[in-house]
């Protein structure tokens, strides 16, 4: 769950982030998030189950690192990105790290669990889910206000990047690596 979490509280700062910058930095205009929210939707309508099959027998701890690390991308080239194109260009990175992440985060766990504990894996799921929800939107403003747009945008990627890495101790046989070790 810790090492899902990281990925999780980027995803969600967009709810903040991606609104103040485009708006209150670029100065374009607001329906222009709409679009930049309609591309992330369009996508997972009409790509996420195709994706998903194709991707059906990778391994879950690769599906998770792919994801995060477009995630990451995604966000850390919005430093970068200060016209239309690349702004949609960077929703559609993170987006397919969205459609990758999101199910294999769900996969992962379900597999994990001993079948009696199934709902008790994937409501720790949900808290995850829950906490990053919360901690994204607010984080990102926080630090979009404190330090910047393009530091917090470096942030989001570092912090996408240290998720992936936690998810690379998570053995391939599903036994969670105890940080003890």
Do not use: H
Request: charged share 10%.
């Amino acid at each position: 769950m810790i090492a899902l979490s990281p990925v999780y509280i980027v995803f969600f700062s967009q709810l903040s982030t991606v609104s103040l910058y485009v708006v209150n930095e670029l100065r374009m205009p607001e329906p222009f998030i709409g679009v930049l929210f309609l591309v992330n939707t369009m996508m997972v309508i009409f790509l996420e189950v195709p994706i998903n099959n194709a991707l059906s027998e990778w391994d879950d701890r690769k599906l998770l690192s792919v994801g995060g690390v477009l995630t990451g991308i995604g966000f850390g080239l919005f430093a970068f990105s200060t016209t239309v194109p690349t702004l949609i260009i960077c929703m559609v990175i993170l987006t397919f790290g969205e459609m990758i992440f999101s199910p294999a985060s769900a996969n992962y766990l379900a597999e994990l669990a001993p079948s009696s504990a199934k709902g008790m894996y994937m409501g720790f799921l949900q808290l995850v889910f829950n906490i990053s929800l919360f901690i994204g939107p607010a984080a990102g403003a926080f630090m979009m206000e404190g330090f910047g747009s393009k530091m917090m945008w470096i942030a989001c990627f570092i912090l996408s990047m240290i998720g992936v890495a936690l998810m690379w101790r998570l053995k391939k046989n599903r036994e969670i690596v105890m940080v003890a070790e």
